[in-house]
T-cell receptor, first 117, second 113 residues
Framework: AQKVTQAQTEISVVEKEDVTLDCVYETRDTTYYLFWYKQPPSGELVFLIR??????QNEISGRYSWNFQKSTSSFNFTITASQVVDSAVYFCALSEAIGGGSYIPTFGRGTSLIVHP | NAGVTQTPKFRVLKTGQSMTLLCAQDMNHEYMYWYRQDPGMGLRLIHYSVGEGTTAKGEVPDGYNVSRLKKQNFLLGLESAAPSQTSVYFCASTLPPPQETQYFGPGTRLLVL
């Protein structure tokens, strides 16, 4: 079983539509971190957000917002009024402790978002 | 401040050849990681290091070796390349928790024929 599940392999929307990318994770730890990264067609990985397990406050950054719900082990990402430049692969990641204070991240398989003009 | 750099950017190998990928970071980060990215598989951790002189296996370590002789460098070696190692390789570095945001290099595209 995957520790981080991004069930949506590909999403296609038209510009200005809102879109939500789902992320469900699995962990037994009480302390962990969740991340979202963006990988545009150019290939680099861009950090978007980090959230620790004790902070369930939702966050908004411009057109981006994140909904963290521990009760459903989900950390979903919404883009409001999508733009063509949002076209990318988006990865959700979970970082858990492995002992000795080390944390090891596990990535989901990614969701490819295509925004059509 | 260059961040995380990777050398080379692209390489073609023949089956059985060896090579070393270099990752360098100038942020004084303790942790460094090597991932491979294959279509539909996301990023999978190959090896990681939590400090100079220490390395550990990740999810897919077979066929790879690593070394962290200096804090700023993390080398990934392929002793005998196989076509299954055709992939895009990413290096990343972080500070220890809780400042644990990964900074990624630009990637190395490797083709093994």
């Amino acid at each position: 079983a995957q520790k981080v599940t991004q069930a949506q392999t590909e999403i296609s929307v038209v510009e200005k539509e809102d879109v939500t990318l789902d992320c469900v994770y699995e962990t037994r730890d009480t302390t962990y971190y969740l991340f979202w990264y963006k990988q545009p067609p150019s290939g680099e990985l861009v950090f978007l957000i980090r959230r620790n397990s004790f902070d369930e406050q939702n966050e908004i950054s411009g057109r981006y917002s994140w909904n963290f719900q521990k009760s459903t082990s989900s950390f979903n990402f919404t883009i409001t009024a999508s733009q063509v430049v949002d076209s990318a692969v988006y990865f959700c990641a979970l970082s858990e402790a492995i002992g000795g204070g080390s944390y090891i991240p596990t990535f989901g398989r990614g969701t490819s978002l295509i925004v059509h003009p | 401040n260059a961040g995380v750099t990777q050398t080379p950017k692209f390489r073609v190998l023949k089956t059985g050849q060896s090579m070393t990928l270099l990752c360098a970071q100038d942020m004084n980060h303790e942790y460094m990681y090597w991932y491979r990215q294959d279509p539909g598989m996301g990023l999978r951790l190959i090896h990681y290091s939590v400090g100079e002189g220490t390395t550990a296996k990740g999810e897919v370590p077979d066929g790879y070796n690593v070394s962290r002789l200096k804090k700023q460098n993390f080398l990934l070696g392929l002793e005998s390349a196989a076509p299954s190692q055709t992939s895009v390789y990413f290096c990343a570095s972080t500070l220890p928790p809780p400042q644990e945001t990964q900074y990624f290099g630009p990637g190395t595209r490797l083709l093994v024929l």
